[in-house]
């Protein structure tokens, strides 16, 4: 499985995007500003390809197994980030709840002149989860590449 996140708008603050899910337009994505220097907890990762996987430890995995019994098997772990540790793709709205991971929603404010939002992040993300995990129990890898706007003209 591909997920494919189109980062398409970045301001001071947050940054916006799109996941496919092989090819498929699934939802939008918001993410932690571009910094050259990485501040904890204030940045997004780097623009590349990097593997999925379920991550069974933690207090995000705690709250989502009560949250979400009936389909949760893991968190979603972007796996290999140089420089950083524990991402992951979640539940939030804002930049405000997020430390460099992937939050998903069914809609997206501009950020232009604004800070960023994404709405209705968990009905796109129990969508969105059901299909990676489903990948991920039947053995399937399944790698995400982040897109950096500035790369999208090329794509």
């Known amino acids: ?61 705690k709250r ?10 893991g968190m979603l772990q972007v796996m290999n980030v140089p420089n950083f540790t524990d991402i992951l793709i979640h539940i939030g709205n804002t930049d405000d709840n997020t430390s460099g991971c992937l939050l998903v929603g069914d809609s997206s404010i501009s950020n232009l002149n604004q800070d960023g939002r994404i709405n209705n992040s968990t009905i796109a993300y129990k969508r969105m989860y059901s299909k990676v995990a489903n990948a991920l129990e039947k053995g399937e890898q399944v790698d995400i590449v982040y897109y950096n706007e500035h790369n999208l003209i090329n794509l």
Not at 34 to 48: F, Q, V, Y
Not at 64 to 73: L, Q, R, T
């Open 64 to 73: 989502y197994s009560a949250k979400f019994p009936d389909i949760h098997k």
């Open 1 to 61: 499985m591909k997920i494919s996140v189109l980062r398409y708008s970045a301001s001071d603050e947050s940054t916006l995007g799109l996941m496919f899910i092989n090819g498929m337009f699934e939802c939008y994505t918001l993410e932690d500003e571009h910094r050259d220097i990485k501040i904890k907890n204030e940045t997004r990762i780097p623009a590349g390809t990097y593997e999925v996987k379920f991550r069974h430890v933690g207090g995000h995995n």
